[in-house]
């Protein structure tokens, strides 16, 4: 089963960025953990970065045909991108939000997500586990 894992601004910086916040591990780290898992869940996985909000829309519409589902750690676009948003309710596939971080205890601006009410479920606030999570909840979220 096809799926797609999407980080947005600044998760390329994993392990150098605000280790106090996001741990040491990089992203490349990361991915390669969660490759493991998806494996063991008979998921392909698929992984992609990008800084640019338009980069992350095209990959979410190619996504549409050749996915079965997206986690998306959307970084500070979360918060702020109806254009993100939009794309996630116009592919029909369901898409996990992730955060390394409890969005909920940091900043106020960072307590509102505008993606989350397009998407299956939210997790966040286990670092690099949420993602791991978020396969288990992809997976139910396909099954249904």
């Known amino acids: 089963m096809d799926i797609l894992i999407i980080n947005g601004p600044n998760l390329n910086l994993l392990g150098f960025r605000e280790p106090g916040i996001y741990g040491n591990d990089t992203l490349d780290s990361i991915n390669a953990e969660i490759a493991k898992k998806a494996k063991l869940l008979d998921f392909d996985v ?3 970065q990008s ?9 979410l ?5 050749t996915k079965k589902g997206v986690i998306l750690n959307a970084g500070a676009y979360t918060h702020y991108s109806y254009a993100i948003r939009d794309a996630i309710a116009a592919i029909k596939i369901p898409v996990v939000e992730v955060h390394l971080s409890n969005v909920d205890n940091r900043e ?3 307590r509102e997500s505008v993606i989350a ?4 479920g939210s997790i966040s606030g286990f670092g690099k586990n949420s993602y791991i999570l978020g ?3 992809l997976r139910t ?3 249904n």
């Not at 800084?51 to 990959?59: L, Y």
């Not at 519409?61 to 045909?65: F, G, K, L, V």
């Not at 009410?117 to 299956?120: L, N, R, S, T, Y």
């Open 46 to 48: 698929e992984f992609f």
């Open 51 to 59: 800084n640019h909000e338009g980069a992350i829309i095209d990959k």
């Open 61 to 65: 519409h190619e996504a549409r045909n």
């Open 108 to 110: 106020e601006f960072r």
């Open 117 to 120: 009410p397009v998407c299956a």
């Open 135 to 137: 396969l288990y909840g």
């Open 141 to 143: 979220a396909i099954k």
